[in-house]
């Protein structure tokens, strides 16, 4: 599986942004697509994730009623829709996937990654 993610920039607060992920390969049962992020010197963190077959979806308390996931089946691509954005949104964010029921808001269970796209918002 091999994920490609963009939609990064620079926005006011208040604003908002989408992220992309595409996503080759097989999306079978289990299959799992996440957004990460990771504020500049801060560990990694959960952001949001879909399980592909149901479309039961996480989020993180953070972004909860700002923050959608979601996924076009046809186009192989996971979306986060951000809006209402912080300063402490600021972070790179990442897409991972998974094919296994673990917790899908551990770093820990991904096994596949992009590479990040930068996501500043500005005061």
């Known amino acids: 599986v091999q994920l490609q993610a963009s939609g990064g920039g620079l926005v006011q607060a208040g604003g908002s942004l989408r992220l992309s992920c595409a996503t080759s390969g097989r999306t079978f049962n289990y299959f799992v697509t996440g957004w990460f992020r990771q504020p500049p010197g801060k560990e990694r963190e959960f952001v949001a994730a879909i399980r592909w077959t149901t479309s039961n979806t996480y989020y993180a308390d953070s972004v909860k009623g700002r923050f959608t996931i979601s996924r076009d089946i046809t186009n192989k691509t996971t979306y986060l829709q951000m809006n209402s954005l912080k300063p402490e949104d600021t972070a790179v964010y990442y897409c991972?996937?998974?094919?296994?029921?673990?917790?899908?808001?551990?770093?820990?269970?991904?096994?596949?990654w992009g590479q990040g796209t930068q996501v500043t918002v500005s005061s």
């Open positions: 991972a996937a998974k094919y296994s029921a673990s917790d899908s808001r551990l770093v820990s269970s991904y096994n596949y």
